[in-house]
């Protein structure tokens, strides 16, 4: 283990295990967890914080806190999971900074003395850096293979494994991480149950959605229908299609029925076609 101290008057001096290195190993279908030690061998409290620079690949369990003299804190540090890729070749790092303390406090304020002591006051400020090591598990590369349609060449080494940890590489600036709570297998696996239950449920509203618009398509085809045949048996009847055309053609019928019976009572009662006879 490696141990870090300063010669200032309030002197940090802390060990971290592992020292140099963290190394994540496969497979990478679930979250991977490492535990990184800080512990605090000076005679005063110090104060801690964890970045990576690469916030998005991990989570940190406490990312910053307080070591009374002589402590200790043990840090969980979890991969997500993804997919290996062996031309992946940024290299992942973390870098805890620690400051002396003259007594314990809160998070708040470690976080600003850190963030000041970066901007005004390097000196009250040490620095441990790790790098990163990913070692996939042979289903891992297996899997990856398979997808690149190519043939698994037996175990192969990370390329996540090179490189000093001082310098910046492809990895990037340091980030600092929030606080966050842990995922746990039961987590992922009930966050999948429910993206199943929603895709289940957006395809059942598909289904139904195409069959009311079947509906509706069927019941636009049958009133044209209905329509093409009222037309149709107009043309057949002439003027009878209607009732208001049928009560016309009565009113027409009754009023020429009227006028053939008085035309014929009149007939009758004239002088020349009388039927009585005079008596002799």
């Given amino acids: 283990m490696s141990e870090k101290s300063s010669s200032s008057s309030s002197a940090i001096s802390y060990r971290l295990q592992p020292p140099e290195e963290l190394v994540f190993k496969g497979p990478f279908s679930d979250y991977v967890s490492q535990k990184l030690k800080i512990e605090n061998t000076g005679d005063a409290p ?31 540090i979890c991969l997500h999971s993804f997919t290996y890729d062996p031309n992946d070749k940024t290299r992942h790092k973390f870098m805890v900074q620690v400051v002396a303390l003259t007594a314990p406090t809160d998070t708040q304020t470690v976080e600003s003395m850190i963030k000041d002591f970066e901007r005004n006051n390097q000196s009250k400020l040490k620095e441990s850096k790790l790098r990163v090591a990913i070692v996939p598990a042979q289903s891992d590369v297996e899997k990856q293979s398979l997808a690149n349609g190519s043939v698994y060449p037996g ?23 929030n606080n966050q709570q842990l995922p746990s297998v039961e987590d992922f696996r009930q966050l999948e149950a429910d993206v199943s239950n929603l895709r289940s449920e957006n395809n059942q509203l598909k289904e139904e959605n195409a069959y009311q618009r079947k509906q509706i398509a069927e019941l636009e085809r049958g009133g044209a229908k209905m329509g093409m045949g009222g037309s149709a048996g107009g043309s057949g009847t002439g003027t009878m299609s209607s009732p208001m055309q049928r009560m016309v053609f009565l009113i027409v019928v009754l009023f020429v029925g009227m006028f053939m019976g008085f035309y014929i009572s009149s007939k009758s009662m004239s002088p020349g076609h009388s039927s009585f006879k005079d008596h002799r």
């Fill in 46 to 76: 110090i104060g801690f914080k964890v970045k990576t620079t690469t916030p998005k690949k991990f989570s940190v369990k406490p990312n910053m806190g307080c070591i009374d003299a002589h402590g200790s804190q043990e840090i969980l």
């Fill in 155 to 177: 175990p192969v080494s990370s390329p996540n494994t090179q490189g000093s940890v001082g310098g910046s590489g492809a990895g990037g600036a340091f980030v600092g991480l």
